[in-house]
């Protein structure tokens, strides 16, 4: 009797205590996000927007680093799509089983935990030195392109994954070689998914800091890039150099950055989210 | 036949494509060995290994890699030290007792975490935490191992609850429902039938929140400081591998110079560990999945 | 021995068959997958225009036969055949065989309806489009009248830009069916098709095989002996890898020479 009492109040007693460290976590990001919206969301206007950096912190704005950021996150997707989305069909429908496969796909799981500063000292002997691109966005976009093509290559195995096969039998029996079937079938019925894992993917490359400043991305440029050769910053590297200064008044335009470049990131989720779930509610099987 | 031809060099172009993840890794494995071997031709790897300084951007050099490893491994405890007993009860919270649709929000809530840019953790960390820790233990420095170590443990929350719930999800029902069955409570069948069961897909989602939070760098970078120095003490400004590849990567190194090779140096050391865990969780993955087909 | 034995029961009976063309032949044919034998040494012949159901308990290779013949089982891991499969005299497994070129002359249809996630239209279109035909008037034509053959066109005829998933399971069938009559294949194989179907719409399908034995020939692979017996001329009876008896469906079912055959059709095992 008292045994089995002891027994219920041990379990009740976690019940609560993962009751906390659950909403722990919201918590947590609560207080990160109205922090952030405290300190930075006064600061936010069309100035700070448009405006060039500056040595004075109420007349720095982000134009140069945003105008970086859109520049990085295209030219990434360009380069980063096509092969990742290729790698990833190879990978599912082609070499399926075989030794080289078995290798390819450890490799790219090994790919995938590569801390990304790695990548950054990649992309700075190969695409800045060796293919003497120098410091600009195309070698910041090929770098990161390349950091990643692992996420990329997984989530669109997943969603090919997620064709049933009777499709593809149906298909082929009616004659439609292999690439027919995989361009008119599976990938046309997958491509939610597809492209939810390649949102997700840029999202998370334009949230990078360390491999662009290793590629050499500088903390002060005084003009927006207006070619892919160009000297650039990024979002997250103005926060950064935002951040390393001692004056409140720079944490404050930290802050407001940290808002837009969380809109940005909070944006790209939310349309990978609703991508996916539109997918999944118009194909049932 | 025509159609034959073109499908011939679809498959190449597709296979062209998944050779780039050859590539990138040869590419890692090469110029990290290229420029270390230049590096080792310097500085003995003797003394890399067994000085305990690090000071290569000093007059008075020194080349010990341990203050780096020191650094990283005290930020990667503090983190785990976080992330492990939050992580894994809010993954058994949410399987065994949480309501179902419960489970379904809250889930993709917490993985918001890890979409965070890292550099946000760092500001949050610098701003928030430090000073907040401060106002308990006023001998806190401004940067320090501990408030950059327990943000990054909140961050890698979402890798330690959302996998270790997947692996508590695929233990088989019968199990769960045997233990019931005999009049366990939840809390009994938790940890002596479902963590048991689930064990190895915990450990993966454990090592790879390790190795997540080793190449981890911004948050580090801006709030733990940038002094390499050999101490376990999470109160004091230290430095790991990741944040000082960055502050060589701010400042003007002339490339070629030994300096600059010393970043190639940290790099390995941090390739190494890196590759070592996801290794080591890919060979229980794989053990696992054999266990139960 | 036995092949010749039940080559001259077939030369036998119903006259009318046998002096069709032989579309199908298929000499020696041994399967294995890895080292598992699921055929053994399989000789038969398959007349044009005619309906032959293959029939025998689960795993009695008698799919796997059906698929031998378009090679759908060219996918499967370490399959692997041996003798030769000869249609409209053209070994099918020699190398230089195009598949794609003999799966237009051979179409399937599979056991669960398996339209593609897109319009009505688009489904039967889709093989035409994939064989290079531009011709739209064409495609339209052959699209109408493949619907009108398996009797679904009155029942889709305003729906044609609907998705082909919002039909039920027996019009997802006749439309997967369509899919296949519109390349006007010579053959088209059926893989247990009414095994997801209501009686009623089993009963439209079996109707409409009627039909189409005057135009393809048909080979159908079946659990429900009754249905073998309503459809079919020929049927064929596997067991355990093995051709047991290959017969005109009437004597199968009414007077089988074979002991095992006897036993599965009063229903003793299977």
Redesign the interface.
């Known amino acids: 009797m008292t045994n089995a009492l002891k027994?219920?109040l041990?379990?009740n007693a976690?019940?609560v205590?993962?009751?906390i460290?659950?909403l722990?976590?919201?918590v947590?990001?609560g207080?990160?996000i109205f922090?952030?919206a405290e300190?930075g969301l006064t600061r936010i206007d069309w100035n700070f927007i448009t405006s060039l950096p500056s040595r004075k912190a109420e007349k720095a704005g982000i134009y140069t680093a945003l105008m970086g950021t859109v520049w990085i996150l295209f030219l990434t997707a360009i380069i980063a799509f096509?092969?990742?989305v290729?790698?990833g069909?190879?990978?599912e429908e082609?070499?399926k089983?075989s030794k080289w496969a078995n290798f390819?796909e450890?490799?790219?799981?090994?790919?995938a935990?590569?801390?990304?500063?790695?990548?950054?000292?990649?992309g700075l002997?190969?695409f800045v030195?060796a293919f003497n691109m120098g410091g600009s966005i195309l070698a910041g976009s090929f770098t990161l392109a390349?950091l990643i093509?692992?996420i990329i290559?997984v989530s669109t195995r997943e969603a090919l994954k997620a064709v049933?096969s009777?499709?593809k039998?149906?298909?082929?029996?009616?004659?439609?070689?292999?690439?027919?079937t995989i361009w008119?079938?599976t990938l046309?019925?997958s491509i939610g998914g597809v492209l939810t894992g390649v949102i997700l993917a840029i999202?998370?490359a334009?949230?990078?800091?360390?491999p662009l400043?290793?590629v050499?991305a500088l903390?002060y440029v005084p003009f927006a890039p207006s070619s892919p050769m160009d000297e650039f910053t990024v979002m997250?590297i103005q926060?950064?150099n935002w951040?390393?200064r001692p004056q409140h008044e720079f944490?404050v335009n930290?802050?407001a950055a940290?808002i837009i470049?969380?809109l940005i990131?909070?944006m790209m989720?939310g349309v990978a989210?609703y991508y996916r779930n539109k997918w999944q509610k118009k194909?049932?099987w | 036949m025509r159609t034959r031809t073109q499908e011939n060099i679809i498959e190449a172009l597709l296979k062209l494509a998944t050779s780039i993840t050859i590539l990138t890794t040869v590419g890692i494995i090469g110029v990290l060995l290229y420029e270390t071997i230049a590096f080792f031709k310097e500085v003995s790897i003797i003394e890399f290994l067994t000085d305990l300084e690090w000071t290569p951007l000093f007059s008075q050099k020194h080349f010990g890699i341990l203050p780096l490893v020191s650094g990283t491994i005290l930020t990667t405890l503090i983190a785990i030290g976080v992330a492990l007993p939050l992580g894994l009860t809010i993954a058994i919270y949410l399987n065994m007792y949480a309501p179902k649709g419960f489970r379904k929000s809250f889930k993709p809530m917490l993985e918001v975490l890890a979409a965070i840019p890292t550099v946000v953790y760092g500001f949050f960390a610098l701003t928030v935490v430090t000073p907040f820790l401060q106002s308990i233990y006023p001998n806190l420095a401004g940067f320090n191992a501990l408030s950059a170590g327990i943000v990054m443990g909140i961050m890698i929350i979402p890798f330690v609850s959302s996998l270790s719930e997947d692996a508590l999800y695929a233990v088989p029902k019968t199990l769960k429902e045997a233990s019931f069955g005999m009049g366990a409570t939840r809390f009994q069948t938790s940890f002596k039938v479902m963590v048991p069961a689930a064990s190895s897909g915990i450990i993966v989602s454990v090592i790879l929140a390790i190795s997540r939070a080793i190449g981890e760098t911004m948050i580090v970078a801006i709030a733990a400081g940038q002094q390499p120095r050999l101490t376990f003490d999470p109160t004091v400004p230290i430095e790991t591998i990741t944040a000082y590849i960055v502050q060589v990567s701010m400042g003007d190194v002339p490339h070629g110079s030994l300096e600059y090779r010393t970043i190639f140096a940290a790099g390995i050391t941090l390739f190494i560990f890196t590759f070592l865990l996801n290794t080591l969780s890919f060979w229980i993955k794989k053990k696992y999945q054999e266990k139960y087909d | 021995m036995q092949v010749l034995e039940k080559q001259q029961i077939m030369t036998g009976s119903q006259k009318l068959i046998e002096e069709k063309k032989t579309i199908i032949e298929a000499r020696d044919v041994n399967v294995f997958y890895g080292h598992f034998q699921a055929l053994k040494g399989i000789n038969l012949t398959i007349k044009e225009n005619s309906v032959t159901a293959f029939i025998g308990p689960s795993g009695c290779g008698k799919s796997t036969f059906l698929r031998c013949f378009n090679r759908m089982n060219d996918y499967i891991d370490e399959f692997c055949l041996d003798g030769e499969i000869l249609i409209d005299n053209n070994k099918i497994y020699w190398n230089k065989i195009v598949v794609e070129e003999l799966r237009k002359e051979v179409g399937m249809v599979f056991q669960k309806p398996n339209p593609f996630p897109k319009t009505i239209f688009e489904n039967v279109a889709y093989g035409l489009k994939i064989h290079g035909i531009k011709d739209k008037t064409y495609i339209e034509e052959q699209v109408v009248k493949s619907l009108k053959d398996v009797a679904l066109w009155d029942e889709v005829k305003d729906d044609l830009k609907k998705s082909a998933l919002a039909l039920s399971g027996g019009q997802q069938q006749r439309l997967c069916i369509a899919r296949t009559l519109a390349v006007e294949p010579k053959i088209i194989l059926m893989d247990e098709p009414t095994s997801a179907l209501d009686p009623i719409s089993t009963a439209k399908i079996e109707e409409l095989l009627f039909d189409l034995k005057q135009k393809y020939t048909i080979v159908i692979v079946t659990h429900n002996m009754q249905q073998a017996a309503r459809i079919s001329d020929k049927t064929a009876f596997f067991y355990m890898g093995d051709l047991i008896e290959y017969d005109d469906t009437k004597t199968i079912f009414t007077n089988p020479k074979q002991e095992k055959t006897q036993n599965y059709i009063t229903g003793r095992f299977g």
Do not use: M
Request: aromatic share 8%.
């Open positions: 027994n219920k041990i379990d976690f019940k205590f993962g009751i460290c659950t722990f976590g919201l947590i990001l207080i990160l922090n952030i300190v096509p092969i990742g290729g790698a069909i190879y990978l082609y070499g089983k390819l450890i490799n790219i799981s090994n790919l935990g590569v801390p990304s500063i790695i990548y950054g000292l990649l002997e190969i030195r390349l093509l692992p290559i049933p009777s499709i039998d149906a298909s082929v029996a009616l004659g439609a070689s292999k690439w027919q008119n079938q046309p019925a999202s998370r334009i949230g990078e800091t360390a400043i290793v050499g903390a997250p926060i950064f951040v390393s944490a930290a802050a940290i470049l969380l990131t909070f989720n989210v194909i049932k």
